[in-house]
């Protein structure tokens, strides 16, 4: 571990109230990148309740291009679009799975067993 480079980065932080770290984070979530968050030490270290919000927008972000992207290319021949149809399904229970933990978390009743493991692990 490089100390230095935390202490540098917690005063960074401290001194503007916001980290380049947590700007990051920001601009992954902006662009729907819900897979790369957890490759964040800053997002590591936030609540659950955090990331699960966290990944949430992230993966609403990532809906949304895709449905905007799915229009475009495939317009009246949905055929072409199955693929990708496959991965809005997939997103959007994601984002249902989500949705049931942001009502769980804060109650306690969360718990590993009841979000499948690709959900647990972004917010564990």
């Known amino acids: 571990m490089n100390y230095?480079?935390?202490?540098?980065?917690?005063?960074?932080?401290?001194?503007?109230?916001?980290?380049?770290?947590?700007?990051?984070?920001?601009a992954e979530i902006q662009a729907g990148e819900w897979q790369n968050l957890k490759k964040y030490r800053t997002y590591q270290r936030r609540s659950r309740q955090w990331k699960i919000i966290a990944t949430y927008k992230a993966i609403s972000n990532r809906l949304n291009q895709l449905v905007?992207?799915?229009?475009?290319?495939?317009?009246?021949?949905?055929?072409?679009?199955?693929?990708m149809l496959k991965e809005l399904r997939k997103l959007r229970l994601m984002q249902e799975i989500l949705l049931q933990c942001m009502v769980w978390e804060p109650k306690g009743q969360l718990d590993k067993d009841m979000v499948p493991k690709e959900v647990w692990d972004l917010i564990k």
Do not use: F, H
């Open 4 to 26: 230095e480079y935390d202490r540098k980065e917690q005063r960074a932080e401290d001194e503007t109230g916001y980290s380049e770290r947590q700007l990051d984070i920001d």
């Open 68 to 83: 905007n992207l799915y229009y475009k290319l495939v317009g009246g021949n949905p055929k072409q679009g199955e693929k």
